[in-house]
């Protein structure tokens, strides 16, 4: 297999969070989205196979894996909030998630893709034009089929990465050279001659905090045990601060002494501190628990389009990407939070 080559989508295929059926003149469009979240392929697409979620998507990419959770003849839930407003729908795209690497910023708006997986992306989408017939023009954003900030890390400058990487996938498409006009890497000049400079693991173009670390080493980031340890060290952190910090986190999560929500400046992207009902309007009961029973679990994430106080308590709502208003609790009115905006 040559270097360059997409690699094998390994399956991890859902039962639960899929339409139907999609055959390959169907498919119009091909959709690149962010994770929005710090895990990798292989942890994205266990959360998507095991638990209704009411989103998936097709395939998951990371620095060393291409993940496959929907089978590209079934319908992947990824564009259903844009309602079809743009032409883009679940029944006729594919998504493909990016996952993002946390050393190259502190937040989803900064965390870049590392060059292996913007290579990949490169690849796996040439792969996927090829395969259904798609032309560039039909390669788009998640903002084009609904306006969301996705990929919300290219977003800023004007979309800057997102045309670089646009046009290098142009050039990949007609030429057959496959470079990295962001990072200025060429790996492929001239078709059958790979460039001696490939993409090398980035390095932290920012430090961060041993708080910053402390959040990414309890989502599992960075490993366990002496693995981590190691890791840690040869980043540059000091590993002692490093867990003294992640015990004060656990702390304050049990505890639930995170900062109060601030209204209304409070949408965006929140991580649980615990287990929450979606539900299917803002009001405490059984009745507007959604049929499914569907619940965030402590560690997830979700990218909130509104927050409101209602009834004594601070609710988000957002629109499913099967195409359903929900809301979620995200804290007690002046009290205990269940989520934190990242």
């Known amino acids: 297999m040559n270097k360059y080559e997409v690699r094998k989508f390994e399956q991890m295929l859902t039962s639960i969070n899929l339409g139907g059926w999609m055959s390959a003149d169907q498919v119009l469009h091909l959709v690149l989205h962010f994770v929005g979240a710090a895990g990798q392929a292989y942890g994205n697409a266990k959360y998507f196979r095991e638990k209704y979620r009411e989103a998936s998507a097709q395939l998951f990419l990371d620095p060393n894996h291409d993940v496959q959770v ?8 990824h564009v259903g909030d844009g309602r079809g407003k743009y032409g883009i729908t679940n029944q006729n795209a594919i998504g493909i998630e990016l996952c993002q690497d946390t050393s190259t910023g502190s937040n989803v708006w900064e965390w870049d893709f590392h060059p292996r997986t913007r290579l990949e992306a490169i690849l796996v989408f040439a792969y996927l034009m090829k395969k259904f017939n798609v032309p560039l ?174 009834d004594g308590w601070v609710w988000g709502q957002y629109t499913s990407y099967s195409k359903k208003q929900r809301f979620i609790k995200i804290g007690a009115d002046g009290g205990k939070q269940f989520a934190t905006k990242l």
């Open 70 to 77: 929907v089978p590209f003849n079934r319908v992947a839930w």
């Open 137 to 310: 023009s039909r390669v788009v954003r998640h903002y084009d089929a609904s306006r969301k900030s996705c990929p919300g890390n290219w977003m800023k400058d004007d979309w800057k990465k997102w045309k670089l990487w646009k046009k290098d996938l142009e050039l990949y498409v007609t030429t057959g050279k496959l470079v990295d006009s962001q990072r200025g890497i060429v790996y492929i000049d001239k078709p059958g001659l790979e460039d001696s400079k490939p993409s090398t693991p980035s390095t932290p173009s920012v430090k961060l905090t041993n708080r910053e670390v402390a959040k990414q080493v309890y989502r599992g980031d960075w490993g366990n045990g002496q693995k981590r340890k190691d890791r840690l060290t040869k980043a540059g952190y000091n590993y002692t601060a490093v867990q003294v910090e992640v015990a004060k986190y656990k702390e304050e999560l049990k505890a639930g002494t995170k900062e109060p929500v601030k209204l209304p400046q409070s949408i965006g992207v929140y991580i649980f501190n615990t287990k929450v009902w979606v539900r299917t309007e803002p009001h405490e009961g059984k009745a507007s628990i959604t049929e499914e029973g569907y619940m965030y679990d402590k560690d997830d994430t979700i990218s909130l389009e509104k927050v409101f106080t209602q």
